[in-house]
């Protein structure tokens, strides 16, 4: 849409973006630019960082961890996601208002918050472990922090709500009637999810899960609080490699190989879904 | 006494205080075309809806070949269905969007091949098989949904406007490939639709719906020569209606006195008018004649020309009776008076007496 | 009839049953802080062998909570207008202007929201190592800027894109000069746009966690980074009653949502 008064100069508007471009410039694309350079130049050039980082069993492990965990949290909260989406898009809208409410809740209550009350919770004295002895599942406390248990049961807390609202849009759009004519079809309830319901709903299963992964594998908050620093994951490394150990090199390398992973998954998830959109 | 085939049996639908249907009471034959006719929430698509299983009816029940279907599952009833908005599975190709319900039914690949070509045939779709239907028009759709509704030989197939999207040539086009596939393969359709030109053009019998309720069943013909009701006479064919006093009513017959003196006798009366009531005389604008001279007593009306539009095949008069309503009259072209007819000219309308009805006015 | 609730059956229950234990499990752990909050076990026994204040008045007692909870909102305060002005900009540039490469740009303006933070957090806090930004308020609010704005950029375009520059056009037949036109009708216009990229970006810069704790120094500090750095001493209920106290300000905030919400349908 362009208005016919304010004539269409070539190049009108770019200065308006100015400021952000400078800002993002400046405090985005050159720190950025810079930590990643210094994988390759620190301690010395070349890429002996990147032979460390994916040629030692320890590192490996890191990757693998992170691999690990972010592939259990998708999964479980895509199990979890669809029917509570498909729930939410069918259900009297005055439930499914109470519904989104608390989903919202939790959402926006501070990250720090919900992960102390996992902590709280999953600790070895902890209301979990208690249950769990109480209806007689185990007999002695489970360690459920400073474990990867820990951080898959707070990462899916936290990610839940990533994967339930973009399926909601994408199952809220279904045609009903689409339904009703595979039930006349002849179609039991079973047949009808599994030929029609699913396949229909797979592009926003396929975005959210892929939205979920990413955004896990990057995740620092969660995991170096439930998971300790026995069970490091990439974002942990990171933090380490600069902070504690002032290993610029090390940690440009990690952040180096995060990056891409990150990016290409992105280009994926828009290639995936932007091109149909249109 | 044998029982009809499909017999809907006093079906009352009610939405908390809102009343959908009331008294639905229709029997329907093998192989017959029915059409529910009627304005938007008159309860026509609420009737189809029950008989697809997707609503439960408040009262009342539906029987085919005498059998109940009211406890059976949509998916067990059998029931082929096309919808009013574009409901093939997306991610499915044509041939396996029509091959869906044999599939379910867990037919044999050689049937499934068989049966599916012979469907997309009959839509006249043959080669079709491996589009997908975001690639295809509105029209082509609908007619792969009617080879998906039919490739499992439904006893009953039910229709929801489903041209209602359309526009008016495909319209036209696809009302001429129903009634051919309803003529090459017998089954029984219930069609819904607002149109009362599509209820026409394809129907064996048409159900007039009206706040719920059925009007009126009939052929077309039926239909437009002896409406039962002023809303059957309104919705079909074009109509006019002057309100009068009911002088008298004998024998199905009435007679009627209007405000400058005018009495018509003898107009055939329908529903139950008391005497000094009012009631309304309908006629048809291309039924009426226009003279010099006055018709027999009953079917004439003095009246004068207040406007005339040429239209190319038939000219439109407007004029005013006596008591000053208005009346619409069709000459068709190579009528006698087409050319002298002028703007404030004193005339009489003339009518067959079958062509004139009375409706008691509420 | 997979779409229709009432035909679901049996289905019916196990998709409630499924959607509630779902709620109960978001919901649960956010209760549960709260009761801890005002229980009186040091040891985070539940349920508490009986109820105080007395974390609250340990919260209020020490001068330093309150103080990050101040550095806190004024970083985000600062934050929210810097996001909208700059995210009002690049929208208008991105929605109205006419230049090469434009969808290029809006892709480069929400790359750091795809990024992990970690990265933009140490890149940072190096580059910031040269610049003796870090533990600066300056440092803070350009950390935080660079994560708000791309959903700064996003609300904000979102609501130009429903709006029809030609009503921009009758203004100024009317009379107004271009930027008049702008401020008196483009921008009541997109109100709602602009309210909502404000709250968006306090609450990002009011959360944030992982770009402050490279930022703070001992004397610099924000809400999120004394809840962490205490974390990461022991689960004292304090930590409860401050979480509490988010929970209510987050309750509050939604519920001014949906009034404000419900006042624009109305």
Known sequence: MLSFLTPARRGSGLGMAMPALLLLLAFFVIPVAGLLSRSVTEPVAGLQNYETLLGSATYLRIFFNTFLVSGLVTLITALIAFPVAWALAIMPSRVAAVVFAIILLSMWTNLLARTYAWMVLLQQTGLVNRILMATGIIDQPVQLTNNLVGVTIGMVYIMLPFMILPLYGVIKKIDPAILQAAALCGATKGQALRRVLLPLATPGIASGALMVFVMSLGYFVTPSLLGGTANMMVAELIVQQVQSLLNWGMGGAAAFILLVVTLALYALQLRLFEGRAR | MTSPYLHINGIRKTFGDVVATDHVELEIGEGEFMTFLGPSGSGKSTTLYILAGFQDPTAGDIRLRGKSILQTPSHKRNIGMVFQRYTLFPHLSVGENVAFPLRVRRASQAEIATKVKRALSLVRLDGFEDRMPANMSGGQQQRVALARALVYDPPVLLMDEPLSALDKKLREEIQYEIRRIHQQTGVTILYVTHDQEEALRLSDRIAVFNRGRIEQVGTGPELYASPATHFVADFIGDSAFLTGELAEVKNGRATLRYADGTVLTDVPMHGVGARGGKAELMLRPERIDLSDAAGPQGASLPVTIEDVTFLGNNSAVTARTGWGDPLYIRLNFGHPMMGSVSRGDRLHVRWQPQDAHAFTKE | ?266
Not at chain 3, 57 to 63: K, N, R, S, Y
Not at chain 3, 66 to 87: C, D, E, P, R, Y
Request: with cysteine.
């Open chain 3, 1 to 266: 009839m997979l779409m229709n609730f009432d035909k679901l059956g049996a289905w019916r229950w196990i998709l409630s049953g499924i959607c509630a234990l779902m709620a109960l499990f978001l919901l649960l752990p956010i209760l549960f802080i709260v009761a801890l909050s005002f229980g009186n076990s040091r040891w985070l026994i539940f349920p508490p062998p009986g109820w105080t204040l007395k974390w609250y008045g340990e919260l209020f007692a020490d001068p330093r909570w309150l103080q990050a909870a101040f550095t806190s909102a004024k970083i985000a305060a600062i934050v929210m207008v810097l996001s909208v002005a700059i995210g009002l900009l690049a929208s208008l540039a991105l929605v109205r202007g006419r230049f090469r490469g434009r969808a290029v740009l809006r892709g480069f303006f929400l790359t750091p929201m795809v990024l992990p933070v970690v990265i933009i957090a140490v890149a940072l806090y190096a580059a910031f190592l040269r610049l003796g930004l870090n533990g600066t308020l300056v440092g803070f609010v350009i950390a935080h800027l660079i994560v708000a704005l791309p959903f700064a950029i996003i609300t904000i375009s979102g609501a130009l894109e429903t709006f029809d520059p030609s009503i921009e056009d009758a203004a100024i037949l009317c009379g107004a000069s271009p930027w008049e036109a702008r401020f008196r009708v483009t921008l009541p216009a997109i109100s709602h746009g602009l309210f909502s990229a404000a709250i968006f970006s306090f609450l990002i810069s009011w959360d944030e966690v992982v770009l402050a704790i490279f930022m703070a120094s001992p004397t610099l500090q924000t809400l999120p980074v004394k809840v962490w750095t205490t974390l990461r001493q022991d689960l004292t209920p304090v930590i409860a009653a401050a979480s509490t106290l988010l929970v209510l300000l987050t309750v509050v905030l939604m519920i001014a949502a949906a009034l404000i919400r419900k006042g624009k349908s109305r």
